[in-house]
């Protein structure tokens, strides 16, 4: 099982979800975050930012649905230019549901 | 293979997800020369905002004083709350979570995801989720401990009392 993060822009959010939803994932994890990239945020005229508004989403998948997430996110978040986001996948050891798994054996009880 | 090994000797194959744990070198072996025994694990939960006091409090038991946590929306495999006599407008697509998270020795693991599963178990869709993440390095910034000893009290830290209690009498509350 693989932690899928990622770091796009807040008008791709949209997008991006109905594509996740399009590969078959549809329960997901979102919250809004500052961040910048390479670029050390925009400038625009006189004013720079940078600290850029983005959009993280968070979801948990199965090894065999890492590569379609992906694809799904990057089809959903790309226009082409800086500030795109990022894609992070780090491995999980275990998952629960809090109704339904079972509690995870107790270390303390002989 | 030979014609990457002058790079990777100088930490910069980045791209190639195969040789990562040759990439740089020392940096594990560096986070953990304090204790190499003591593997390390991250618990987050994505829980009910409504559970999220019961939840403090019952781990809190368990000597796990330290978290992060945030508020998110998310929706599980229902998709977020669907309103069947209601039009589109009534059906809401994310809900409102807490997502905590807790590093602590791996030993601490099962008892948290206990602690935490009895603390938001209702049985109606909503309760969460708890996963459990490998942390391949910690330190704690103020004294440059690493390792298990950046989670654990530290070296010149003055005992913990009475602080629980508030938390506990929380639990209480209908």
Not at chain 1, 54 to 80: F, H, N, W
Not at chain 2, 83 to 110: G, I
Not at chain 2, 144 to 155: F, K, Q, S
Request: glycine share 10%.
């Amino acid at each position: 099982m693989k932690l899928i993060r990622a770091i796009v822009r807040p008008e791709r959010e949209e997008p991006v979800i109905r594509s996740l939803e399009t590969a078959g994932i549809v329960s997901l994890t979102k919250m809004d975050v500052l961040g910048r990239g390479q670029q050390r945020g925009i400038q625009v005229g006189p004013s720079s930012y940078d600290e850029i508004p983005k959009v993280q989403l968070m979801i948990v998948v199965e090894d065999s649905q890492v590569d379609p997430a992906v694809r799904a996110i990057e089809s959903g978040a790309r226009t082409g230019r800086h500030g795109d986001g990022k894609i992070f996948v780090s491995p999980v050891d275990a998952a629960y549901t809090i109704r339904t798994s079972e509690l995870p054996p107790s270390t303390t009880s002989a | 293979m030979r014609h990457g090994e002058g790079i990777e000797a100088r930490g910069m194959v980045r791209r190639d997800v195969g040789q990562r744990r040759s990439a740089a070198p020392g940096i594990l072996a560096m986070w953990n020369e304090s204790d190499g025994h003591g593997a390390m694990k991250e618990v987050i939960a994505v829980i009910r905002p409504s559970r999220w006091t019961a939840t403090k409090a019952r781990v809190q038991r368990l000597d796990i004083p330290a978290f992060t946590q945030q508020r998110v929306l998310g929706r599980g495999s229902e998709g977020g709350l669907w309103c069947e006599q209601a039009s589109d407008e009534a059906t809401v697509r994310y809900l409102p979570k807490r997502m905590v998270s807790w590093v602590v020795e791996a030993p601490l693991v099962n008892p948290l995801v206990q602690a935490i599963i009895e603390a938001n178990r209702t049985g109606q869709p909503g309760d969460g989720k708890v996963f459990v993440l490998p942390i391949d390095g910690a330190l704690r910034v103020r004294t440059g401990e690493r390792a298990v000893d950046a989670l654990r009290p530290a070296g010149d830290d003055e005992p913990v009392v009475g602080t629980m209690r508030e938390d506990d009498s929380q639990e209480t509350r209908p």
